[in-house]
Nanobody, 122 residues
């Protein structure tokens, strides 16, 4: 069982930057591919980015490519999402997830954190 805890959300102005983090309890963290999703009230979870077990391969949703950077530190059991050039439409709860295989589909992830709120003001 993997427990995931997101931190680092907050309020930021449009054009600003923010980094959210995901801490994992499982010492075999390096065995999991990881993903970031986001969700706004009344909508399903939207894929943001994913990263392979080693951290060597990354994948992004088109709207985040070039603005967001996903990274993973297996030694610290941590994953990060650096968000730059933030827009008001990036406002959402950001959730991290762990899975055996990399995927852009939330239904294929086995473990989820509780999420952290990111609010971008215009």
């Amino acid at each position: 069982q993997v427990q995931l805890v997101e931190t680092g959300g907050g309020l930021v102005q449009a054009g600003g930057s923010l980094r959210v983090s995901c801490a994992a309890s499982e010492h075999t963290f390096r065995s999991y591919t990881m993903g970031w999703f986001r969700q706004v009230p009344g909508k399903g979870r939207e894929f943001v980015a994913a990263i392979s077990r080693s951290g060597g391969s990354t994948y992004y949703a088109d709207s985040m490519e070039g603005r967001f950077i996903i990274s993973k530190d297996n030694a610290k059991n941590m994953m990060y999402l650096q968000m730059n050039s933030l827009k008001p439409e990036d406002t959402a709860v950001y959730l991290c997830a762990a899975n055996g295989e990399i995927s852009i589909f939330d239904r294929e992830y086995d473990y989820w954190g509780q999420g952290t709120q990111v609010t971008v003001s215009s």
